[in-house]
C-alpha cells in the first residue's frame, strides 16, 4: 500500500531537531480555515468593508460545507500562529522546515473581483524574516458559470534560524459595488510546516 496522510503529528524515532517528536509538522495550523465553524472565530478581522464578512454555504465551496464571503468594501483579516505554543520546539524551528501556504480564490458573479494575500515569518521578536505578498483581481464575465476557484501557493525554503510565529492575512472585495456578499470568496487557507 501507498503512504496515507491521516492529518495527525507523527512521531519519528530519530529526531535532528532537538524536539520531543510530537510537533504538528504536516498538520494546517490556521484556526477555522474554511469557515466550517460557520463564523468569523480564530480569525481577527481588520477591516469590515461594505456589508463586512461573512460564511456562506453553497453548492460551490471549494472544501467542507463553507466559505468566506467579503462585500463591497475592502474585507481584511488575520491570523497569528505562534509555533511554540503549537508544539514545536525552538531547535525544530532554528532548523529552517519548509513552510507551505495557500489559500483558494474565487469571484462571485461579475469579476473583477480584488483578492490578497500576506505571510510574513516572524522570529521571537516579531520581526520579518521572510515574506511572500500576491495582489490581484480575478477575471470573468457576468455569469456564474466562470466564478472558478484557483490556489494561490508558496514554499519557503532556507529562511535561516530564529522563526518564532507566522503571520497570515488576506483580503477581497466586490469591486462592482454590489450591496450583499458579491465579493471575492476565500476557502481552505493553509500554513503547514514540512519536516
Not at 530564529?162 to 472585495?173: E, K, M, T, W
Request: a negative charge; charged letters at 20%; proline letters at 3%.
Amino acid at each position: 500500500g501507498g503512504d496515507t496522510d491521516t492529518g495527525g503529528a507523527t512521531t519519528t524515532s530519530s529526531d535532528p531537531g532537538g524536539g520531543t517528536g510530537a510537533a504538528p509538522f504536516g498538520v494546517n495550523l490556521i484556526v477555522n480555515p474554511g469557515g466550517e465553524n460557520g463564523d468569523m472565530s480564530g480569525w481577527d478581522v481588520i477591516g469590515n468593508g461594505g456589508n463586512g464578512w461573512t460564511t456562506a454555504s453553497s453548492a460551490e465551496v471549494h472544501g467542507g460545507s463553507y466559505e468566506f464571503a467579503t462585500s463591497y468594501g475592502t474585507c481584511s483579516r488575520s491570523q497569528t500562529i505562534d509555533l511554540v505554543a503549537a508544539g514545536f520546539s525552538p531547535a525544530e524551528l532554528d532548523a529552517a522546515p519548509d513552510v507551505v501556504v495557500s489559500e483558494w480564490f474565487r469571484e462571485r458573479y461579475e469579476g473583477p473581483d480584488d483578492y490578497s494575500i500576506k505571510v510574513e515569518l516572524r522570529d521571537a521578536s516579531s520581526g520579518v524574516i521572510d515574506s511572500w505578498i500576491q495582489n490581484g483581481s480575478t477575471t470573468g464575465g457576468a455569469t456564474y458559470a466562470d466564478d472558478t476557484w484557483f490556489e494561490l501557493s508558496h514554499t519557503f525554503t532556507a529562511y535561516g534560524s530564529g522563526l518564532r510565529s507566522i503571520y497570515f492575512d488576506d483580503s477581497g472585495s466586490d469591486t462592482e459595488f454590489w450591496g450583499g456578499h458579491y465579493g471575492t470568496r476565500m476557502d481552505d487557507a493553509h500554513v503547514s510546516l514540512v519536516e
